[in-house]
């Protein structure tokens, strides 16, 4: 899983110019926020969430949104998602002595049932 995030990542942002938020802690961040929010995935209120994130990861890979972009976020969010990212995330943290991270799952979740539900542009 580690190695297919690193694959993508690197193409999603050869030939970008400066610093760009990942994708992945984009729609982390913005699945965090439904959550609290109490917006259910499936709702038509989660469709602008998911065509801002949409939006801005087509913009890295220089295309406009659609299905294409849309598949390619979605295979990216299920491969972030594995338990084992997660578990590799936590003992990186107690080696290096950082706080332990906040749980992705539940918002990579949230953010994937979203995409597929509005996978449309």
């Known amino acids: 899983a580690m190695h297919l995030l690193t694959e993508q990542h690197t193409a999603d942002h050869a030939?970008?110019?400066g610093l760009r938020a990942d994708a992945?802690?984009?729609a982390c961040a913005r699945g965090r926020t439904a959550l609290a929010a109490g917006v259910?995935?499936?709702s038509p209120e989660a469709r602008p969430i998911v065509a801002e994130v949409a939006g801005e990861y087509a913009r890295t890979l220089g295309r406009p949104d659609g299905p294409e972009p849309r598949r390619r976020l979605l295979t990216r969010l299920e491969a972030a998602n594995d338990p084992r990212r997660e578990r590799y995330l936590h003992l990186?943290?107690?080696v290096n002595e950082w706080p332990?991270?906040?749980p992705q799952r539940p918002a990579l979740d949230w953010f994937a049932t979203a995409l597929r539900t509005h996978?449309?542009?």
Request: net charge negative; glycine share 6%; proline share 17%.
């Open 100 to 102: 332990p991270p906040e």
């Open 92 to 94: 990186l943290a107690v």
């Open 40 to 42: 259910d995935p499936d």
């Open 24 to 26: 992945v802690s984009v």
């Open 119 to 121: 996978r449309a542009a």
């Open 15 to 17: 030939g970008a110019a």
